[in-house]
């Protein structure tokens, strides 16, 4: 019902940038938080950021001062840019939406991109 699309990630080296996009389609009604979730290998899904449909953010202590969450309502798309990149940054980075359907509008229910790697190295 929601099809999520992510892209930006890849190879960056240590201070360096990256911008992570996330366009969502489909049957939707209305997107509510949007946000951004990495998981390092063995470790477990942690939140990054979200950003509610008021545009109030959230952000992950270890993420506060160098990424920055957005979204452009019109497009249906959230964003992160990623500034002052660190080793330990490295992740599969997760889109989700919280979002009601043509199918569901009455019951919002939450829905995962596939995942794009960003790996931080020299």
């Known amino acids: 019902q929601v099809q999520l699309v992510e892209g930006g990630g890849g190879l960056v080296q240590p201070g360096g940038s990256l911008r992570l996009s996330c366009a969502a389609s489909g049957s939707i009604l209305r997107l509510n938080t949007m946000g951004w979730f990495r998981q390092a290998p063995g470790k477990q899904r942690d939140l990054v950021a979200t950003?509610?449909?008021?545009?109030?953010?959230n952000y992950a202590d270890s993420v506060k001062g160098r990424f920055t969450i957005s979204r452009d309502n019109v497009k249906n798309t959230v964003y992160l840019q990623m500034n002052s990149l660190k080793p330990e940054d490295t992740a599969v980075y997760y889109c989700?939406?919280?979002?009601?359907?043509?199918?569901?509008?009455?019951?919002?229910?939450?829905?995962w991109g596939q995942g794009t790697q960003v790996t931080v190295s020299a």
């Open positions: 989700n939406v919280r979002a009601t359907t043509q199918r569901t509008p009455f019951q919002e229910y939450p829905y």
């Open positions: 950003v509610t449909s008021g545009g109030i953010t």
